[in-house]
């Protein structure tokens, strides 16, 4: 059974910073797309904040860019979001995600929460 496992949410102040990380239980290439989407609940649907595709192109949310940072590891099967300069809309469940052959694999989501 595939695992996403990620680690690294919590609460910090806005202003602050978190750094996510995503540890697959299987062999990520560095031609599948990974990415970390976020979801409010209860809110609107997961949106994406970052994701690397074609192994080397990066893409973000408006919202997040000059802000965020994703990065991979492939030796150590590992996704990773920087986030600096955090604020209170950064709040939500954070998910990682993993495209590879046509399958999509999901984390079980870590929570973020940025304090006013």
């Known amino acids: 059974q595939v695992q996403l496992v990620e680690s690294g949410g919590g609460l910090v102040q806005a202003g602050g910073s978190l750094r996510l990380s995503c540890a697959a239980s299987i062999t990520v290439f560095s031609r599948d797309t990974v990415g970390w989407y976020r979801q409010v609940p209860g809110g609107k649907q997961r949106e994406l904040v970052a994701?690397?595709?074609?192994?080397?192109?990066?893409e973000y949310a408006d919202s997040v860019k000059g802000r965020f940072t994703i990065s991979r590891d492939n030796a150590k099967n590992t996704v990773y979001l920087q986030m600096n300069s955090l604020k209170p809309e950064d709040t939500a469940v954070y998910y990682c995600?993993?495209?590879?052959?046509?399958?999509?694999?999901w984390g079980q989501g870590t929570q973020v929460t940025v304090s006013s």
């Open positions: 995600h993993v495209l590879q052959e046509f399958m999509n694999y």
């Open positions: 994701r690397i595709t074609n192994a080397v192109r990066t």
